[in-house]
């Protein structure tokens, strides 16, 4: 069972910022904007909220801090609304193409944060103190089965990405906006003839996808490492291949982040799972596992998944 738990408990760190992601590339996707930038805006984000809890955490070890953590997320967030907003200009207001941009993006955004940080602390990386881990929750983290994989050793992260998902899944289904949203995603002139604003709409969604695009950049490096060096190790991209294997549903998006956590949980873990390493496989096979997944899967998923019709199309309020 002590295995069982591990692999639970490792998978959730992988899980969580690709479900975050994910879901904020489908609002913007559902709205009708192409959102490739999601890796270089996780990087932002990730670079801006680790510089703040590096400048900003007690450098007590025994200090636990979960105050700087969420400030550091809507750090994180803020500079994600920024990279998205410079998205949203070039793809709405500009009309140019939604690839480039978001192609833009994601070259930028590693080349500036190591710039900054070799400026700023004359080294590539971004060190930081991670004093954020939960060993146990109280009460909860002694209930059987559910308390080791959930409520111990376990960051607050894990709980504010679960709380997104139901949030996102009640935005998009059960609200106005949410309507609106799809049918601007859909077909965005007959949003307008009955009064919606599509530019306003395709904009909140940009919006909203960088916030939780910075915030999961963040998310994913606070479990795994203690400094940040410019890369989320292509998170991106793979939020992407959750965002379309789940078919731009919320559900089918956390049902793809978890089996996609798995597969991480064995590239980076297998040394901690005794039956994989007596396999004697070369480590490099395990590293590719995740990547060679999201090929298979999405060439065989990709014909049956439907993406939003007007998704990467410019909105022509003349066309009909």
């Known amino acids: 069972m002590n ?25 913007s996707e559902r709205s009708g904007i192409v ?16 510089l703040f809890i590096m400048t900003f955490q007690n450098p007590d070890p025994a200090v636990t801090d979960q105050g700087i953590l969420l400030l550091g997320l809507l750090v994180a967030m803020l500079t994600g609304i920024v990279m998205a907003f410079l998205h949203a200009f070039a793809s709405i207001n500009l009309n140019a193409n939604q690839i480039i941009s978001g192609t833009a993006i ?6 500036f944060a190591v710039y900054v940080a070799i400026f700023y602390l004359h ?31 376990t960051y607050i992260t894990t709980y504010l990405g679960f709380l997104i998902f139901g949030i996102s899944a009640f935005v998009l289904y059960k609200t106005k ?8 995603g859909e077909h965005p002139q007959a949003a307008d003839s009955v009064g919606v604003n599509v530019v306003k709409i395709r904009y909140a969604g940009v919006l909203i996808s960088g916030a939780l695009a910075g915030m999961g950049g963040l998310i994913w490096i ?15 991209f793979l ?31 297998f040394t901690g799972i ?40 410019p909105y022509d309020k003349g066309k009909r």
């Open 123 to 153: 080294e590539q990386h971004v060190p930081f103190l991670n004093q954020f881990r939960i060993s146990s929750v109280p009460l909860l983290g002694s209930i059987p089965i559910l308390g080791p994989i959930f409520f111990q050793n």
């Open 35 to 50: 959102n490739i930038a999601l890796e270089g805006k996780m990087v932002m984000g990730a670079f801006t909220g680790i």
């Open 222 to 236: 606070i479990p795994i490492s203690t400094r940040f060096g410019g890369s989320v190790a292509g998170y991106g």
């Open 274 to 313: 005794p039956f994989l390493l007596n396999l004697g496989i070369p480590a490099a096979f395990y590293n590719i596992v995740p990547y060679v997944a999201t090929l298979v899967l999405l060439a065989f998923t990709s014909k049956n998944t439907q993406a939003p019709r007007a998704s990467g199309q």
């Open 239 to 269: 939020a992407l291949a959750v965002l379309i294997f789940g078919a731009w549903r919320p559900k089918r998006i956390l049902f793809a982040a978890f089996f996609f956590g798995i597969l991480q949980t064995i590239a980076n873990s």
């Open 177 to 184: 906006f949410g309507l609106r949203l799809r049918a601007c």
């Open 106 to 111: 994601n070259l930028f955004a590693p080349a």
């Open 3 to 27: 295995m069982f738990y591990f692999i639970m408990q490792s998978s959730m760190f992988f899980m969580i910022p690709l479900l975050i992601v994910a879901l904020g590339g489908m609002f």
